[in-house]
C-alpha cells in the first residue's frame, strides 16, 4: 500500500507564493494534487504523469507547478500569485496507472491533506 505525505501549507497574503511537498512510500505512474473547502467537493488542481505529460485546471495554469523528483516518489507543486479563491486544504493523489485525469474517483492512494489559506 502506498502512503502519502503532503506539507508545505501555511497562510499567506494574495499575491504570495507556497511550495507544497508529497512524500510517497513508492514510486507511481500518476500523482496529482486536489483541493477542497467545506462545503464542496474535491477539486482537481493539477497532475504529472510518469513520461512527463502535465495537466492543469484553467484557474491555475500560468501560476502554479507540478513536478516530481526523478524517483517519481516526491512531488511538489510551487504556487505563485496566490488568490483568496486558492484556499483549501490541498492533497495529493497516487495512481499505478497511467493517462489519468483531474476527476477524484480516477485516484486509488490518497493523502491527508495540507491546509492553505490565502488572505485579501
Known amino acids: 500500500e502506498v502512503q502519502l505525505v503532503e506539507s508545505g501549507g501555511g497562510s499567506v497574503q494574495a499575491g504570495g507564493s507556497l511550495r507544497l511537498s508529497c512524500e510517497a512510500t513508492?514510486?507511481?505512474?500518476?500523482m496529482a494534487w486536489f483541493r477542497q473547502t467545506p462545503g464542496h467537493q474535491r477539486e482537481g488542481v493539477a497532475l504529472?504523469?510518469?513520461?512527463?505529460?502535465?495537466l492543469y485546471i484553467d484557474s491555475v495554469e500560468g501560476r502554479f507547478t507540478i513536478s516530481q523528483l526523478n524517483d517519481k516518489q516526491t512531488l511538489y507543486l510551487e504556487m505563485n500569485n496566490l488568490r483568496p479563491s486558492d484556499t483549501g486544504m490541498y492533497y495529493c493523489?497516487?495512481?499505478?496507472?497511467?493517462?489519468?485525469?483531474?476527476?477524484?474517483?480516477?485516484?486509488?492512494?490518497w493523502g491527508r491533506g495540507t491546509q492553505v489559506t490565502v488572505s485579501s
Open positions: 493523489a497516487a495512481d499505478w496507472r497511467s493517462s489519468r485525469i483531474l476527476r477524484e474517483t480516477d485516484w486509488f492512494y
Open positions: 504529472i504523469e510518469r513520461d512527463g505529460r502535465t
Open positions: 513508492a514510486p507511481a505512474n500518476s
